[in-house]
T-cell receptor, first 115, second 111 residues
Framework: EAQVTQNPRYLITVTGKKLTVTCSQN?????MSWYRQDPGLGLRQIYY???????DKGDVPEGYKVSRKEKRNFPLILESPSPNQTSLYFC??????????????FGPGTRLTVL | AQSVTQLDSQVPVFEEAPVELRCNYS??????LFWYVQYPNQGLQLLLK??????LVKGINGFEAEFNKSQTSFHLRKPSVHISDTAEYFC?????????FGAGTILRVKS
């Protein structure tokens, strides 16, 4: 089944404790992206990747890191989480790195709480 | 600035009534437009998209949207809603390599 998977689905952590949220897709998509969803703000893009070893900042990159060593995986790293990073996170992927009109397929989301 | 505005945060409607969810986007040389739906505790699913051509776009579950370039709008409509349409709906537009979302509209269908 074609899908985007995220792990963990739920995470409660404390301020300053490094964490990684994994994202994997099995559709051979070049483009991958991370979003955070907050009430009243919709989804905001954190980082995106056009292809392996190519990443770029979205609208809200502060406090996050990403890497794209393999085509299928795009982990999101919070080196020192803070309470304002409590949010619902979505990973997405789509075909064609250079085209912006392709549908993005979303993972099920990761709900992160930072105490 | 690149932005997408959804004019209503919540829209209550009775079952079998028509509904329109409004979306305006900031103008760009070329923009592609999308509507996504998010059911409770789920990810986002594409309803429909406008790339070019006919300004009336039909999507899944009986939804349609009309692209209006002069008004920079992409409103979503359904002639008769069901209880199962209760969800949050997001309008989105691509600007370059970025997909910019609106704040979302919660559609509440009442019986």
């Amino acid at each position: 089944e074609a899908q985007v998977t995220q792990n963990p689905r739920y995470l409660i952590t404390v301020t300053g404790k490094k964490l990684t949220v994994t994202c994997s897709q099995n559709m051979n998509h070049e483009y991958m992206s991370w979003y955070r969803q907050d009430p009243g703000l919709g989804l905001r893009q954190i980082y995106y990747s056009m292809n392996v070893e190519v990443t770029d900042k979205g609208d809200v990159p502060e406090g996050y890191k990403v890497s794209r060593k393999e085509k299928r995986n795009f982990p999101l790293i919070l080196e020192s989480p803070s309470p304002n990073q409590t949010s619902l996170y979505f990973c997405a992927s789509s075909t064609s790195s250079g085209s912006s009109y392709n549908e993005q397929f979303f993972g099920p989301g990761t709900r992160l709480t930072v105490l | 600035a690149q932005s997408v505005t959804q004019l209503d945060s919540q829209v209550p409607v009775f079952e079998e009534a028509p509904v329109e969810l409004r979306c305006n986007y900031s103008s760009s040389v070329s923009v592609y437009l999308f509507w996504y739906v998010q059911y409770p505790n789920q990810g986002l699913q594409l309803l429909l998209k406008y790339l070019s051509g006919s300004t009336l776009v039909k999507g899944i579950n009986g939804f349609e949207a009309e692209f209006n370039k002069s008004q920079t709008s992409f409103h979503l409509r359904k002639p008769s809603v069901h209880i199962s349409d209760t969800a949050e709906y997001f309008c989105a537009a691509t600007y370059g390599n970025k997909l910019v979302f609106g704040a979302g509209t919660i559609l509440r269908v009442k019986s």
